[in-house]
Nanobody, 124 residues
Framework: QVQLVESGGGLVQAGGSLRLSCAAS????????MGWFRQAPGKEREFVSE????????SYADSVKGRFTISRDNAKNTVYLQMNNLKPEDTAVYYC?????????????????WGQGTQVTVSS
């Protein structure tokens, strides 16, 4: 089992920044590929970003590329999502997730463990 707890969400104006954190406990954090997803009201959960166990490999959804940065600190069992130049369309509940898959994975169904989510609201 891996327990994931997100934090760092909040209300921000368009153009602002937020840094989300996801703290993991349980199994060895460095064994897991980590992803960030988001879900807006009435929409399906969508991929945002993911990072390999080492942090060397990352990928991003086109909608956030160049604005969001994913990183991880395996010594702190934490993965981060730095979000800059936020837009109202970024408003959603943001979830972190963990998977043992070694290849790039953007499908939510491929992740084994999920956090409870943190709300991000961007006002125009």
């Amino acid at each position: 089992q891996v327990q994931l707890v997100e934090s760092g969400g909040g209300l921000v104006q368009a153009g602002g920044s937020l840094r989300l954190s996801c703290a993991a406990s349980g199994r060895t954090f460095s064994n897991y590929r980590m992803g960030w997803f988001r879900q807006a009201p009435g929409k399906e959960r969508e991929f945002v970003s993911e990072i390999s166990w080492s942090g060397v490999s990352t990928s991003y959804a086109d909608s956030v590329k160049g604005r969001f940065t994913i990183s991880r600190d395996n010594a702190k069992n934490t993965v981060y999502l730095q979000m800059n130049n936020l837009k109202p369309e970024d408003t959603a509940v943001y979830y972190c997730a963990a998977t043992r898959t070694v290849v790039t994975l953007r499908a939510p169904g491929g992740y084994d463990y999920w956090g409870q989510g943190t709300q991000v609201t961007v006002s125009s």
